[in-house]
């Protein structure tokens, strides 16, 4: 797995607002942690295709349908980043193309509040 990929991932249990179920989810951690087979969490941002989420500001980044092999339309929440262990990733979807990722990075900054 590396960094930009986009997965179908369990996100149960989950807990209030926080995105839960089967949903995608674009890997946000450092290829060397992802590539290490003993290193267990991978960083993640969740995905949603409410059209409420999209409206959130910065932090929330629209994904056209086809990006990363997404079926629909999407929003990445960038303020829901998670940590989660690999076994919770099912299966591979596709990859986002740099500039997608790159605004990810963005949203994830303004969700932090980074420079």
Excluded at 20 to 31: A, E, F, K, T, Y
Excluded at 57 to 75: D, F, I, K, M
Excluded at 90 to 104: C, F, H, M, V
């Amino acid at each position: 797995m590396r960094r930009g990929e986009v997965y179908w991932a369990d996100l149960a249990p989950r807990s209030g607002s926080e995105q839960q179920g089967w949903r995608p989810v674009i890997i946000l951690s450092h290829d060397a942690f992802n590539q290490t087979p003993n290193w267990r969490s991978i960083i993640v941002v969740p995905t949603s295709t409410s059209t409420e989420q999209a409206g959130r500001g910065l932090t929330a980044v629209l994904l056209p349908q086809g990006a990363g092999g997404l079926s629909r339309e999407s929003v990445a929440l960038c303020h829901q980043v998670t940590t989660l262990d690999r076994s919770k990733l099912i299966r591979r979807i596709g990859a986002l193309l740099p500039d997608q990722l790159r605004q990810i990075e963005t949203g994830l900054k303004a969700a932090v509040d980074l420079s």
